[in-house]
């Protein structure tokens, strides 16, 4: 008999079913609570409502588990490629070669903009931040690519449209913004190398592909592939529930994520970590005023609204921060300032009776930095990274049998009821 949770309330027990996921985490179903009681939930900041069941990522805060489709994030940083986990993030399975071979057809068919679109970038102000200017080009992509019918293979040329044509976008963005010709894709370039290419290749300066950049790119966006029920993510599932067409729900997200909290918080590392160097800032000064709640000052790159131990993800991004300035012998100031500062953060009581340890972003813009990408572009990289986890994710919600418009309930603690004043009467 399935276990069910009772709540008692004004002399009434109703039992609601108590549900049960594949890592043994339980939920409480409380979709018929109201119906029952005429109770609703209050959780602000939904860190305790399931919103969805999901079969696309694991994670596990307490014990830092990352996982995506079972597979530990290890593995897939280790051995997989950015295209190959976003393969497995929209379809549910690891490519065979044939798979794979057909996928990178795809995105190379479909990496290419349509030239009027270029117009848009020349129309919007030079102070413009490159996330806004990126949501808007998605929206605008409904416009020159309609969305196919939702049959599987019509889905499928969709979605790899937008994988291959946000990267060409983010590129181009960046190049406008420089005043430089657009670089075009190649045919010749694997996903994450023709990037780099299309950002950086000049007539007068021939960019040199170095695989070990390469695959620094590619495991960064492998590490920001999907996690969960996040804010963009939950963003790109509740404007999906009006059946908004995929261009729209992946604006939606870009946007979400663009905040410092969210997506923003590597750029705001780096900027953090100048403020000390430029300052000269002792790194002792800057823990005191972390833990001073009366100061507006917030120690950016540590602690999670999950992990509560060392976030998986930082690990592997630390790995890779040290083998690229090793390679090229990069002496990087912010670097050492970041070094610095986790360790003082690691040996401070506060700090770990807090659970406030390096996340993904304290490391990930030390990276970027070092491959050449500008911190205003940051934010970029992550959505492109992202984008995976949120096609698979709005797919998942189209194919959802017990599929709603999303609808939250409030609080109400607003006046009763007020007299309407004619204008000429109030004073």
Same mark, same amino acid.
């Given at each position: 008999?399935?276990?069910?949770?009772?709540?008692?309330?004004?002399?009434?027990?109703?039992?609601?079913?108590?549900?049960?996921?594949?890592?043994?985490?339980?939920?409480?179903?409380?979709?018929?609570?109201?119906?029952?009681?005429?109770?609703?939930?209050?959780?602000?900041?939904?860190?305790?409502?399931?919103?969805?069941?999901?079969?696309?990522?694991?994670?596990?805060?307490?014990?830092?588990?990352?996982?995506?489709?079972?597979? &530990?994030?290890?593995?897939?940083?280790?051995?997989?490629?950015?295209?190959?986990?976003?393969?497995?993030?929209?379809?549910?399975?690891?490519?065979?070669?044939?798979?794979?071979?057909?996928?990178?057809?795809?995105?190379?068919?479909? %990496?290419?903009?349509?030239?009027?679109?270029?117009?848009?970038?020349?129309?919007?102000?030079?102070?413009?931040?490159?996330?806004?200017?990126?949501?808007?080009?998605?929206?605008?992509?409904?416009?020159?690519?309609?969305?196919?019918?939702?049959?599987?293979?019509?889905?499928?040329?969709?979605? #790899?449209?937008?994988?291959?044509?946000?990267?060409? +976008?983010?590129?181009?963005?960046?190049?406008?913004?420089?005043?430089?010709?657009?670089?075009?894709?190649?045919?010749? +370039?694997?996903?994450?190398?023709?990037?780099?290419?299309?950002?950086?290749?000049?007539?007068?300066?021939?960019?040199?592909?170095?695989?070990?950049?390469?695959?620094?790119? %590619?495991?960064?966006?492998? +590490?920001?592939?999907?996690?969960?029920?996040?804010?963009?993510?939950?963003?790109?599932?509740?404007?999906?529930?009006?059946?908004?067409?995929?261009?729209?729900?992946?604006?939606?997200?870009?946007?979400?994520?663009?905040?410092?909290?969210?997506?923003?918080?590597?750029?705001?590392?780096?900027?953090?970590?100048?403020?000390?160097?430029?300052?000269?800032?002792?790194?002792?000064?800057?823990?005191?005023?972390?833990?001073?709640?009366?100061? &507006?000052?917030?120690?950016?790159?540590?602690?999670?609204?999950?992990?509560? #131990?060392?976030?998986?993800?930082?690990?592997?991004?630390?790995?890779?921060?040290?083998?690229?300035?090793?390679?090229?012998?990069?002496?990087? @100031?912010?670097?050492?300032?970041?070094?610095?500062?986790?360790?003082?953060?690691?040996?401070?009581?506060?700090?770990?009776?807090?659970?406030?340890?390096?996340?993904?972003?304290?490391?990930?813009?030390?990276?970027?930095?070092?491959?050449?990408? @500008?911190? %205003?572009?940051?934010?970029?990289?992550?959505?492109?990274?992202?984008? @995976?986890?949120?096609?698979?994710?709005?797919?998942?919600?189209?194919?959802?049998?017990?599929?709603?418009?999303?609808?939250?309930?409030?609080?109400?603690?607003?006046?009763?009821?007020?007299?309407?004043?004619?204008?000429?009467?109030?004073?």
């Amino acid at each position: 008999m399935a276990e069910t949770v009772k709540i008692t309330f004004d002399g009434q027990t109703v039992e609601l079913p108590l549900l049960v996921g594949t890592e043994g985490e339980k939920a409480i179903d409380i979709s018929r609570l109201r119906a029952q009681t005429g109770l609703i939930t209050w959780d602000p900041g939904l860190a305790n409502t399931g919103s969805c069941s999901s079969a696309i990522t694991f994670m596990d805060g307490e014990r830092g588990i990352l996982r995506y489709r079972g597979i &530990p994030i290890e593995k897939l940083a280790e051995h997989s490629s950015f295209k190959e986990t976003a393969f497995l993030l929209v379809h549910g399975v690891l490519p065979t070669r044939k798979d794979l071979n057909r996928f990178s057809v795809l995105l190379n068919d479909h %990496s290419l903009v349509h030239e009027d679109m270029q117009i848009f970038y020349q129309n919007f102000p030079r102070a413009s931040h490159p996330m806004g200017i990126l949501s808007s080009m998605v929206n605008a992509l409904r416009s020159f690519y309609p969305v196919l019918s939702t049959g599987e293979e019509e889905i499928n040329i969709t979605v #790899t449209r937008l994988l291959s044509k946000v990267r060409t +976008l983010a590129a181009m963005s960046y190049r406008i913004s420089r005043g430089h010709k657009v670089v075009y894709p190649r045919p010749d +370039l694997p996903y994450c190398a023709n990037f780099l290419n299309m950002m950086f290749d000049s007539p007068v300066n021939p960019y040199v592909i170095d695989e070990d950049i390469v695959r620094a790119l %590619s495991v960064f966006w492998i +590490l920001h592939a999907d996690h969960e029920q996040n804010c963009s993510t939950s963003a790109v599932r509740i404007v999906g529930s009006g059946r908004v067409n995929l261009y729209a729900s992946i604006s939606a997200g870009i946007a979400a994520l663009w905040g410092p909290l969210h997506g923003g918080a590597n750029q705001a590392v780096i900027e953090m970590l100048s403020m000390i160097k430029d300052q000269g800032v002792s790194i002792q000064r800057v823990l005191e005023r972390a833990k001073d709640r009366d100061d &507006p000052f917030r120690l950016m790159g540590f602690g999670h609204r999950v992990y509560r #131990t060392y976030d998986p993800r930082a690990k592997i991004m630390k790995k890779m921060c040290d083998r690229v300035l090793g390679k090229f012998n990069a002496q990087d @100031p912010l670097l050492d300032i970041a070094q610095e500062l986790e360790a003082a953060a690691l040996a401070d009581d506060y700090f770990i009776d807090h659970n406030l340890y390096p996340n993904v972003d304290f490391y990930s813009g030390i990276v970027l930095r070092a491959i050449g990408i @500008p911190t %205003s572009m940051f934010t970029v990289m992550f959505a492109i990274g992202r984008l @995976p986890g949120w096609i698979a994710q709005w797919k998942e919600s189209m194919d959802d049998p017990d599929w709603r418009l999303c609808r939250p309930r409030q609080l109400y603690i607003g006046p009763k009821i007020n007299a309407y004043v004619p204008i000429d009467e109030r004073g």
